[in-house]
T-cell receptor, first 111, second 116 residues
Framework: SQQGEEDPQALSIQEGENATMNCSYKTSINNLQWYRQNSGRGLVHLILIRSNEREKHSGRLRVTLDTSKKSSSLLITASRAADTASYFCATDGRGAQKLVFGQGTRLTINP | EAGVAQSPRYKIIEKRQSVAFWCNPISGHATLYWYQQILGQGPKLLIQFQNNGVVDDSQLPKDRFSAERLKGVDSTLKIQPAKLEDSAVYLC??????????????FGPGTRLTVT
């Protein structure tokens, strides 16, 4: 079963705007990771946030984690056409020793 | 550093036939994963190896799927016999994680399987 649920399922914005994607999960976690998948390609790791962290930045990416609400968000600032992809959150549940992926958010950046 | 290699990239077979996928992980990565990704969904873990031992195969349909990791390096995933619902992208990933904590995973390009 897939633990993470991304919201929205699809998002379309103009180039230069910010994009926000949300992920909710059900059980306690060790960490949460975000991955990007371009059409027809494998997944690329973007960022890992541990359960004791609340916010993390990497370039134009900002990830927040609220363990009390069992939710995370991924913000991409100043979006570019190359950001068009599907974005997945994946959780490492306590004691699970594996990642469980959500259904993903399909992001389209319009030029 | 070379990435995760997979072959073939595409495969079309008829139902009830057999098929095998190959994966070569990043050098030195102890943990190897096989995922199934059905169109429009996230990847689902089929099997996880640490070195050449199986850590988790709880979601592997063992009546038709099998996997092995030779000498703790390369791995093959086999489906025999294939069903229509096996049509998906099969992703291989590897990680340097050697303990219970899960680190980032590095994915190969995947094999797109179509069963007709």
């Amino acid at each position: 079963s897939q633990q993470g649920e991304e919201d929205p399922q699809a998002l379309s914005i103009q180039e230069g705007e910010n994009a926000t994607m949300n992920c909710s999960y059900k059980t306690s976690i060790n960490n949460l990771q975000w991955y990007r998948q371009n059409s027809g390609r494998g997944l690329v790791h973007l960022i890992l946030i541990r359960s004791n962290e609340r916010e993390k930045h990497s370039g134009r990416l900002r990830v927040t984690l609220d363990t009390s609400k069992k939710s995370s968000s991924l913000l991409i600032t100043a979006s570019r056409a190359a950001d068009t992809a599907s974005y997945f959150c994946a959780t490492d549940g306590r004691g699970a020793q594996k990642l469980v992926f959500g259904q993903g958010t399909r992001l389209t950046i319009n030029p | 550093e070379a990435g995760v290699a997979q072959s073939p990239r595409y495969k079309i077979i008829e139902k009830r036939q057999s098929v095998a996928f190959w994966c070569n992980p990043i050098s030195g990565h102890a943990t190897l994963y096989w995922y199934q990704q059905i169109l429009g969904q996230g990847p689902k873990l089929l099997i996880q190896f640490q070195n050449n031992g199986v850590v988790d195969d709880s979601q592997l349909p063992k009546d038709r799927f099998s996997a092995e990791r030779l000498k703790g390096v390369d791995s093959t995933l086999k489906i025999q016999p294939a069903k229509l619902e096996d049509s998906a992208v099969y992703l291989c990933a590897s990680s340097s994680a050697r303990t219970a904590s899960v680190r980032e995973q590095y994915f190969g390009p995947g094999t797109r399987l179509t069963v007709t």
